[in-house]
Every structure is written in C-alpha cells, then in structure tokens.
C-alpha cells in the first residue's frame, strides 16, 4: 500500500472538508462487486477519493473460481483518486476481514467510509458522508455515521440520531474505532449487568441479543452486532439520514451470510441530497419509536408471512376493505391495477 495521503476537500459549511477515504470489502460475487462500483462512482466526489479494497481469500476450492472473478473485477477499478488493493493470501473470515481492513485505513487515516461488495448507493452518498464527518467530527457523543435508513412507514427529520451503530454504508472515525470490543462475553455480560438488553433489543422487538449469543457461541460471525454493542454501551450515537442513501443488493441468497431475500429491508435511494443541519445531539424519540415499529412488523412477516404482516398492518390503519380483501387475496377496488397494467 501506498503510504498516507492528504486527501483532496470539499466545501460546506463554508469551509473546506477533507474527503474520506473509502474501504470496500469483497469477497465471491462479482456481480454485485461491479454494481457496488458502479453505483459508487456515480457520485462526483468518487474521483477524488482514495479506494482501499480488502479482497478476502476462498474458504475453501468451490469458493476459488467466484473469488477468483470477483478479483479480476477489482484489478480493473477505475473512477477513483488511486486504488490501493489488497489482496488476502488466506481466509480471513467476515469478520477479521473488516475489522483488520477498517483499522489498517484508520492508522493511516483520521476517518473513513465503509462498504461491503453489496451495498448499492444514491449518487448523494459520499456527499452526505463526508459532510456529516467532517460536522461531528470533534462531537465524542456521535459514533458513527449511517448511510442506510429503514423503511419507516412513520415520518422521521432529514437526519436523526440512534444510540448504537449500523453497518450498511457507514462511516467512522479513529478514536471512535478504538472502543470496538471484540469479546461477545464481554459485551453481553456488561449488558445484562447494566440492564440493558432489553432497550439495546429495541424493547425486544429485535433480538440483538439473541445474535451476540449465537456470535458468543460460534453459530455467526457477525462484527457487526458487537461494533453496536460496543456503542451502545458507550453511549455513542449514529447519524441517520431520513432518506436511504444505501440499498443492501445482497440479500437474494448469494452471500454467504446472506438467508435470503429480505425484502422488507428493500428501500429506494434518495435521489436528492440530504443535508446535514443542527440538531439536537440525543437519540431522537420519535425515529426509536418508527424503528421499533419497523423492526416489530419485520420479525413478525418473518414468522407468519406476509399476509399476517399486511393484516396487522391494515388493521392498525383500521382499513376494514383490505382486511376482507386479504382474506379473499384479492385486493380491494380501490387497490386494483387496470387489467392491462397488471
């Protein structure tokens, strides 16, 4: 790798802000590894970013050949300030793959965005990154900064603050990194003696916890849950924008820690900015209560279909025609397409 670098700026806030450099972490799928690339660089800022790009090594011989493509898509990166690629001799595993890359870029960077080979982003991404870096950087209280918003059916501010982190399209900082704890253990025991798991389970309407077990125990190898945790215990605070700068492309059941298709993580990407203003630095009670509701409804179309799903929903909004439709899974006639629409 080339040695640290100032990086080019950008200005707002009526002063000049140093761009981020971005980490892009692949592994086996060519495909969404070219959407990923693609879509990043449609934003301006791309060509005047550095790119680190951490290629993990196959975990076994059927992986070699996807692994293989996957790299030869990453040899041929243009779009961007320069490329430092990094390519694993030996399988690092998800995790160890991004946390090593995230603090390799961190010894050498103040700062830096993280994507994985598939997140898709709005062209207006690496604008509102770079801007919310560059607001909070000297604020201690924000950890990180999320470029995915769920769809909430409930109306949220063009940006808000959650206690915890995310991991779809985010950024950090190198004294906010240092806090991550890799021990499980150690996470889930602090919780549940600072009686918290409940609330860092979104008042068990998403089973965090249940996830930092499996992690404890072997069955997932999720970073993720214990970089939230590692917030949540610090009281650190995310960054959202009220509209989705990331789509996550990858859950169709190509990845390897993907289930499947998850559609009711699917949102559409802004297609205009998200501008980065003052607000209150606190998690904003009305986004917590939205997400609840979010994560609620999703656990149970998890469990009981969509139909369940849609019912609750309609019955919530006292929308009788749809329940009785639903029943008959026809949809009512206000809801019906012409018949040459559909």
Same mark, same amino acid.
Not at 75 to 86: C, E, P, R, S
Not at 124 to 139: D, P
Not at 158 to 169: H, N, Q, S, V, Y
């Given at each position: 790798?080339?040695?640290?670098?100032?990086?080019?700026?950008?200005? =707002?806030?009526?002063?000049?802000?140093?761009?981020?450099?971005?980490?892009?972490?692949?592994?086996?799928?060519?495909?969404?590894?070219?959407?990923?690339?693609?879509?990043?660089?449609?934003?301006?800022?791309?060509?005047?970013?550095?790119?680190?790009?951490?290629? /993990?090594?196959?975990?076994?011989? %059927?992986?070699? @050949?996807?692994?293989?493509?996957?790299?030869?898509?990453?040899?041929?990166?243009?779009?961007?300030? =320069?490329?430092?690629?990094?390519?694993?001799?030996?399988?690092?595993?998800?995790?160890?793959?991004?946390?090593?890359?995230?603090?390799?870029?961190?010894?050498?960077?103040?700062?830096?965005?993280?994507?994985?080979?598939?997140?898709?982003?709005?062209?207006?991404?690496?604008?509102?990154?770079?801007?919310?870096?560059? &607001? #909070?950087?000297?604020?201690?209280?924000?950890?990180?900064?999320?470029?995915?918003?769920?769809?909430?059916?409930?109306?949220?501010?063009?940006?808000?603050?959650?206690?915890?982190?995310?991991?779809?399209?985010?950024?950090?900082?190198?004294?906010?990194?240092?806090?991550?704890?890799?021990?499980? &253990?150690?996470?889930?025991?602090?919780?549940?003696?600072?009686?918290?798991?409940?609330?860092? /389970?979104?008042?068990?309407?998403?089973?965090?916890?249940?996830?930092?077990?499996?992690?404890?125990?072997?069955?997932?190898?999720?970073?993720?849950?214990?970089?939230? @945790?590692?917030?949540?215990?610090?009281?650190?605070?995310?960054? #959202?924008?009220?509209?989705?700068?990331?789509?996550?492309?990858?859950?169709?059941?190509?990845?390897?820690?993907?289930?499947?298709?998850?559609?009711?993580?699917?949102?559409?990407?802004?297609?205009?900015?998200?501008?980065? %203003?003052?607000?209150?630095?606190?998690?904003? @009670?009305?986004? &917590?209560?939205?997400?609840?509701?979010?994560?609620?409804?999703?656990?149970?179309?998890?469990?009981?279909?969509?139909?369940?799903?849609?019912?609750?929903?309609?019955? @919530?909004? %006292?929308?009788?025609?749809?329940?009785?439709?639903?029943?008959?899974?026809?949809?009512?006639?206000?809801?019906?397409?012409?018949?040459?629409?559909?």
């Amino acid at each position: 790798m080339s040695p640290a670098r100032a990086l080019p700026a950008i200005e =707002a806030f009526g002063h000049f802000i140093m761009k981020s450099p971005i980490a892009l972490f692949a592994y086996s799928r060519p495909q969404h590894t070219r959407l990923t690339l693609d879509a990043l660089r449609a934003n301006p800022e791309a060509q005047d970013s550095l790119l680190y790009v951490f290629s /993990d090594a196959a975990k076994d011989a %059927g992986a070699s @050949a996807s692994v293989n493509e996957t790299r030869r898509v990453l040899q041929d990166i243009t779009g961007f300030k =320069a490329v430092n690629l990094v390519l694993r001799e030996e399988n690092y595993g998800l995790a160890r793959n991004i946390t090593s890359g995230i603090s390799h870029v961190l010894s050498e960077h103040d700062s830096l965005i993280v994507i994985e080979d598939d997140i898709a982003v709005s062209p207006y991404f690496l604008k509102f990154m770079n801007e919310s870096l560059a &607001r #909070y950087r000297k604020e201690p209280r924000v950890g990180s900064i999320s470029g995915y918003c769920y769809p909430l059916r409930r109306p949220v501010p063009e940006t808000f603050f959650i206690r915890g982190a995310d991991c779809w399209g985010w950024a950090t900082w190198r004294n906010r990194w240092q806090i991550y704890n890799p021990n499980g &253990r150690q996470l889930l025991d602090e919780l549940r003696r600072r009686k918290l798991v409940r609330r860092f /389970d979104f008042d068990r309407s998403v089973p965090m916890s249940d996830m930092l077990i499996e992690q404890i125990a072997g069955k997932n190898d999720s970073w993720a849950v214990r970089w939230s @945790a590692s917030c949540f215990l610090h009281e650190l605070l995310t960054l #959202y924008p009220g509209r989705s700068l990331v789509q996550n492309i990858g859950n169709d059941g190509t990845g390897t820690h993907s289930p499947g298709s998850v559609s009711f993580y699917d949102v559409e990407l802004s297609q205009t900015p998200v501008s980065v %203003g003052d607000i209150p630095i606190e998690e904003n @009670a009305t986004a &917590r209560a939205a997400l609840g509701e979010f994560f609620r409804c999703a656990r149970l179309c998890r469990r009981n279909g969509f139909l369940a799903f849609a019912r609750m929903v309609a019955i @919530a909004l %006292g929308i009788r025609a749809i329940v009785r439709a639903l029943r008959r899974r026809t949809p009512p006639p206000s809801m019906r397409l012409p018949r040459q629409a559909q």
